[in-house]
């Protein structure tokens, strides 16, 4: 109870962050329209943290990360309780930003490049066949895998 956000960080004692949130239970704002102040400074205190989250060494494992964030949003419901609006705008403060984490942009990258490779590849082995008249075998490529791998190792397709 007695280290700042800011001192958990320093300290790696990221573990902690979710019973961070309890410190804000009984000062917790309604979700009104006239407590929107309160609110605001409460969601600023999660976007802290998450950004906190998202620069620290010990969160570059995705999966950390993620279990870290989940807690952090299973304690803040605990402390929401009943303020359903208030709930939703956690979540979407702390939850919006796991599907943008760095490793699943590498990972989209990744199958991007894939494709576009394998694209190629058929591309250059379907322009072989249709050249040397192979209508047959340049029809079969594009539903039997198998064979087009095998055409790809006889014709030296890379």
Request: charged content about 40%; aromatic content about 8%.
């Amino acid at each position: 109870e007695g280290y700042s956000r800011e001192e958990m960080f320093e300290k790696k004692l990221l573990m902690f962050l979710p019973f961070y949130i309890l410190r804000f239970e009984k000062k917790l704002p309604t979700g009104r329209v006239k407590d929107k102040k309160r609110l605001q400074e409460f969601l600023d205190e999660f976007e802290k943290i998450r950004e906190g989250m998202e620069i620290s060494p010990e969160c570059k494992d995705p999966e950390c990360y993620v279990k870290l964030v989940e807690l952090i949003i299973k304690v803040s419901d605990h402390v929401c309780g009943t303020k359903q609006k208030v709930k939703k705008e956690v979540r979407e403060v702390m939850g919006g930003k796991v599907l943008t984490l760095q490793s699943d942009k590498i990972k989209e990258q990744g199958r991007q490049e894939g494709r576009q490779e394998g694209e190629g590849l058929l591309a250059k082995l379907m322009n072989k066949l249709l050249s040397i008249g192979k209508n047959e075998d340049a029809l079969k490529v594009t539903t039997d895998v198998k064979y087009r791998k095998k055409l790809y190792a006889q014709y030296g397709i890379k």
